[in-house]
């Protein structure tokens, strides 16, 4: 079962006493406070002062006095800003969060590796107050957080700006509540643009008049939830639906001039994304009539994520994924979309796959189903760990559908697919079981996807941690788990572990190494 890390109530309690008890610091000068537990909880241990939030302690400790993993911060500070729209940047392992004068807008509170994440806050002109609260899990030790304004609202409103309206509701009927000049179009928000804007149930809708040359220009929109664009007084785009975060592009001829663009859009929860940006594709000689708007295309495999146990519904996230390999420990597959518990795959694609029989190779936590041309070939739809399974499945030839269904109960969630043609010596990805197995190391492999990652005593994450490889380490292969999903590896200092094959990247190919059994 996940441990969970923090109450609400603490939450709410520990914000109102940072906000309202900390002193005006000048800029940068935070109230910083750290607790020997992940959860904030008790009397700090140590209480200072610190200039900036730049830490990066690597495998160390803040303090003496403060253990080098299980720990916890919060700092505090109240600072100036201009009016406009700022982007706040944190570079974190593991967990943090930010709050703006209390409001909190954004959170990544969970076990991870090193990674940036961002977020845009529109300030009124005047002193804010900021919290960030952290945990530290284990190994690597990183709390930053920098900010920088992207739009002002005193830009003037020549050419090329956009004036925007705010409404209170979700189809920009009544008066709007603010109206400013914004430079672009680029928001990813989650809470309120603006103190006088609700964070959901809002619309906007912005305008601007720019010049172009003559040629055919490509207008793309990304958005979660609803958007209409209008381009020279004519609608090329229409998608005015709740829906996750999605592009959409549009092509429109242009004359040489200047042509009026407006852009609508609304959200309905959650997140909040609005985009808008255009190129030019040809020259007025090659230019074409306008084209319809194109819908997300999924030229490998299309994912759709819901959150519940039971696909059901409407999905919260559609993509395209490229391969069905994932680790995602207890976090969420997409923060803030998809729920980190209690949530749901389906993958679907279709594949030219010569006559023959193939075997299925899966390792899930939680439940799968795998189905062949509409055959059920896979069902384990059962609360379970992280378990290898197999299917073989005949397959006529030819275009061949696959659909991967997945649920996630609570804990950890994981899984990984593949498939191999059996029986057919034509088909050079064959493999048997009278393969010989190298008996020595089999290549190299450096980290991708990662700036640090946790080595394991074994395959899986229940593991104890037995070291870290860094960016810059080439690591030796040793061999493999029963479905290559865990790869044994040496790193440079001789230190021997088990590594997710999701974030090494290497020529040999893993499902060519010999297996090794684990000792764990």
Known sequence: MKTKYLVFATLTFLLTFLISSQPVFAVEVWKAEYWNNRNLVGDPVLVRNESGLNNDWGDGS??????????????????YFNEGTYRFTGTVDDGMRLFVDGNEVLSVWYDSQQHDISVDVYMTAGEHNLAVLYFEAGGKAVAKLNWAQVSSA???GASGNWTAEYFNNTDLSGSPVRTQTESQIDYSWQGSPAPDVNADKFSARWKTSTAFDAGTYRFTVRSDDGARLWVNGRQILDQWIEQPATTYSAD???PAGTHPIQMEYFDQGGSAVAELSWRKIADASSAQTVSTATTPSFPNWKAEYFNNRTLGGTPVLTRNETAIDYDWGSSSPVPNVVNHDHFSVRWS?????PAGTYKFSANVDDGIRVYVNDTLVMDQWRITNSVPLFATAQV???????????FEYDGLSSIKLDWDAVNDKSTSSTTTASAPAPTAASGFATLKNA???TLRSGPGVDFEPA????RSDTVELLGRDSVSFWINVKLPDGTVGWAS???????TAFTTLPLVQSDS
């Open 396 to 406: 006529s030839g030819g275009a061949t559908s696959i659909r991967v269904e997945m």
């Open 154 to 156: 005193s830009t003037a």
């Open 349 to 353: 694609r279709t594949v030219n796959l």
């Open 467 to 470: 070291g870290y490889i860094l």
């Open 501 to 507: 094959r999701k974030y090494l990247n290497s020529p």
């Open 62 to 79: 803040p303090d003496p006095s403060i253990d080098s993993d299980n720990f916890s911060a919060a700092w505090s500070t109240r600072t």
């Open 252 to 254: 429109i001829v242009l």
């Open 451 to 453: 700036r640090v990652l």
